[in-house]
């Protein structure tokens, strides 16, 4: 059995529960609850014929009051970086997390959630900047935890580059 | 120096150099040996070929000049010490990791060494004290082979070890773990969340050196013990030894030697950690206070009822024996009964013998000794019993003597004493002999009168007892007198028709009382008629003429005073030619 520790990342409110939850439990919840601390859930996906175990940590969401811990990013074998597109200022903290993560964890696999995207209508975040991050080479996949898009896909796309 | 000044050897020797001379003169000078050093000329410029070679004689070199003096320890210590020193503040954790296998061990020692002293002044303080509990705890250090204190100590202790995880310290992830049962959680989350938890304490209090070694959730410890590369986290119950985290350093200090490799290259892989089946299984302990060994209940109880049963069984048959031979041995002490045989038989007792019929029946004994009437059967043939009391049960229920006649009996004699009619001690004198065991009757008798004289006596007495008053010179009766008359009719009369005896009848003396004082005549004429008078109304009143007769008393001649002017009443009884 492999088991890798993913690590969720984000702004507070992007959705990182939601994704989480939406992947380990197919549910969705209309109510925010805010994580405080840590909430660690885990899924066995089958990725080449093979089990593994993904420890997915959903980290609190980052603000101007509560910064997140590197100590909960240590050891983390992939991460998420969460932004919500109706929220432009999401995707500064995002990447601030990103150079965080890239410290602490090391060169790991990452991949970027641009979330809610059945707002598309509403997002800040333009295409734009969507191709901006592309163009660094990052994965940039537009999720929405709500109506289930690309949640599946995200994941498993990270665990395959876990365990390539 | 200027250009003008050089060297006139360096001159020659360029000279010689582009002639090829000098070249010539350096073979002549080193012979065969050029080959070597040409070689010792590269070994110079490889620094790394050079710095090879020489490691090998730096050591003895090293030796040989400690040995002569020419390098002195003292100067070399503060380099290395100073050495250190920087290398451990830079990177603490390279040296803590580097020393984490060796110090550990040298760190238990050290610890034992001071458990074995804490025991033996634990010994000493507990000998001194002594107690029942204490007493057995010592022969158990007897027994055992332990010590005392370890005795003591070991009877504090209840608990035990429920889970035990081995989680990859810096990601988190479980490596191994060990339950008491086979009802493992979700072990995973567990060592995330556990290794979530150490890190924000540790980040949170900004604490480096010191670690999380406990936590606390209600009845239950989670006790850590954290390496350089892995965390062992013990899930327990109660009142741990602190013995156990002897075992938990122990184990994982092993865990980090047996699995170095596979600790430092964790890519998330934890089969090798699985395959080793008794990794974590000596840390799942449980010790419990020697606790009496469960009883089969039900069956003890069941045992008890059946024994309790069976003895008291068994009691009541000896119970009921014992109260039999009692019983027995005072039905054979009863008078009029003779006890000759007694056995039992499917539970009932037989009882053979004689009895007289006038004997006492047995029921009132049986119930005194609490014995059931039905469980006794009496086989007993009749016979005449010569006992005295049984001979005076038969005198008396044979003769029916009046309640005014004692029966006593001695040596075949019959003593009849007391009051009865003749006709009853004329009957007795002919019976009493025929009744077996009395051969000879002495009566000492007085004949009784009957029921009938003696309600007789009673109204002659009340008629003699009323006495009627009259004023001076008067002649009638009050209301009341005349009730008083109409009852002394009637009593009279009763009396009348009364015959006491054959030979005589009853006679009413009609006293008329008077004084001697004054004219005695006179007043014996006036009492003579008063009584005459009186006569007159008892004639009226229906009495025969010819049983009444007056007389006149004076008081003088009476005992007792009566009032003056009345008339009272005797009565006796004369024979018909006497009237």
Not at chain 2, 46 to 72: C, H, T, Y
Not at chain 2, 162 to 186: M, R, W, Y
Request: hydrophobic share 40%.
């Amino acid at each position: 059995m492999i088991k890798k520790k993913i690590t969720m990342l984000g702004a507070f409110a992007v959705g990182k529960t939601s994704l989480v939850q939406r992947f380990v439990r197919s549910i969705f919840s209309e109510k925010y609850h805010t994580t405080i601390g840590v909430k660690i859930d885990q899924k066995i996906v089958q990725i080449d014929h093979q089990d593994v175990n993904l420890l997915l940590w959903d980290i609190h969401g980052e603000d101007e009051f509560q910064k997140v811990k590197p100590a909960y990013v240590m050891g983390s074998a992939g991460f998420f970086i969460v932004m919500d597109g109706t929220r432009k200022n999401t995707m500064n903290i995002g990447l601030d997390l990103l150079a965080m993560a890239q410290k602490v964890a090391g060169n790991v696999p990452f991949i970027i959630l641009i979330n809610k995207s059945d707002l598309k209508n509403d997002w800040e975040i333009t295409d734009s900047d969507i191709n901006n991050l592309t163009n660094k080479g990052y994965s940039v996949i537009l999720t929405s935890a709500k109506d289930n898009i690309e949640v599946e896909k995200a994941f498993l796309t990270l665990a395959k580059k876990l365990l390539n | 120096m200027t250009s003008q000044e050089q060297n006139p050897m360096d001159d020659l020797s360029k000279k010689m150099e582009s002639q090829g001379y000098l070249e010539e003169i350096r073979r002549i000078l080193t012979g065969y040996n050029r080959k070597e050093l040409t070689q010792l000329n590269k070994l110079l410029k490889d620094k790394k070929a050079f710095a090879a070679e020489i490691s090998q004689l730096l050591p003895e070199a090293f030796s040989q000049l400690i040995e002569s003096g020419e390098v002195n320890l003292d100067t070399i210590q503060p380099l290395v010490e100073e050495t250190l020193k920087d290398s451990i503040k830079k990177n603490p954790r390279t040296l803590s990791d580097i020393l984490f296998p060796i110090m550990m061990p040298a760190i238990r020692k050290a610890v034992s060494e001071d458990i074995k002293r804490m025991l033996d002044t634990v010994n000493s303080t507990l000998e001194k004290g002594f107690s029942p509990k204490r007493l057995a705890w010592r022969i158990q250090s007897i027994f055992s082979g332990k010590t005392y204190g370890e005795i003591v100590l070991s009877h504090a202790y209840i608990y035990q070890v429920k889970q035990v995880f081995l989680i990859h310290k810096e990601t988190g992830l479980l490596l191994a773990q060990a339950n008491i049962d086979d009802n493992p959680t979700d072990a995973d989350l567990i060592s995330a969340m556990l290794s979530a938890i150490k890190d924000f304490v540790q980040d949170s209090f900004r604490s480096g050196k010191e670690n999380l070694d406990a936590i606390e959730l209600g009845n239950f410890n989670i006790w850590i013990e954290q390496g350089p590369k892995a965390i062992l986290a013990a899930i327990v119950e109660g009142n741990v030894p602190q013995n156990y985290r002897l075992l938990l350093k122990e184990t994982l200090e092993g865990i980090h030697i047996d699995f170095s490799y596979e600790l430092d290259n964790f890519q998330g892989d934890i089969t090798v950690f699985q395959q080793d089946k008794e990794l974590l299984n000596k840390c799942i302990q449980k010790e419990k206070k020697p606790q009496k060994k469960s009883k089969p209940i039900a069956a003890l109880i069941l045992i008890l009822i059946v024994l309790g049963s069976f003895g008291y069984w068994i009691y009541e048959k000896a119970i009921e024996k014992h109260h039999f031979n009692q019983f027995v041995t005072s039905y054979n002490n009863t008078q009029g009964v003779i006890v000759t045989k007694t056995y039992k038989k499917n539970g009932q007792w037989f009882v053979y013998g004689l009895r007289d019929p006038l004997s006492e029946k047995p029921g009132r004994l049986l119930g005194s000794y609490n014995l059931q009437p039905k469980k006794v059967k009496f086989k007993m043939k009749p016979y005449y019993s010569l006992s005295p009391i049984i001979i005076l049960k038969r005198a008396s229920r044979k003769l029916k003597p009046p309640g005014t006649i004692i029966l006593k009996y001695n040596s075949d004699t019959l003593f009849i004493s007391g009051k009865a009619n003749k006709n009853w001690i004329k009957e007795t004198k002919l019976t009493a002999k025929m009744i077996p065991g009395i051969e000879t009757v002495i009566f000492h008798t007085t004949h009784s009168t009957s029921n009938r004289q003696q309600k007789l006596k009673q109204k002659i007495l009340a008629i003699e007892n009323t006495v009627f008053s009259f004023p001076y010179n008067g002649f009638y009766l009050t209301e009341q007198q005349q009730q008083e008359f109409n009852k002394l009719i009637k009593e009279t009369k009763s009396i009348l028709k009364f015959n006491l005896n054959q030979d005589s009848i009853p006679v009413i003396i009609v006293n008329s009382f008077t004084s001697k004082s004054g004219n005695a005549n006179a007043n014996k004429r006036i009492a003579q008629e008063r009584a005459n008078q009186f006569i007159n109304l008892m004639i009226k009143a229906g009495l025969p003429p010819e049983v009444m007769v007056p007389k006149v008393v004076f008081e003088e001649k009476m005992k007792k005073s009566l009032p003056p002017r009345s008339v009272s009443f005797k009565i006796k009884y004369v024979k018909p030619n006497n009237l």
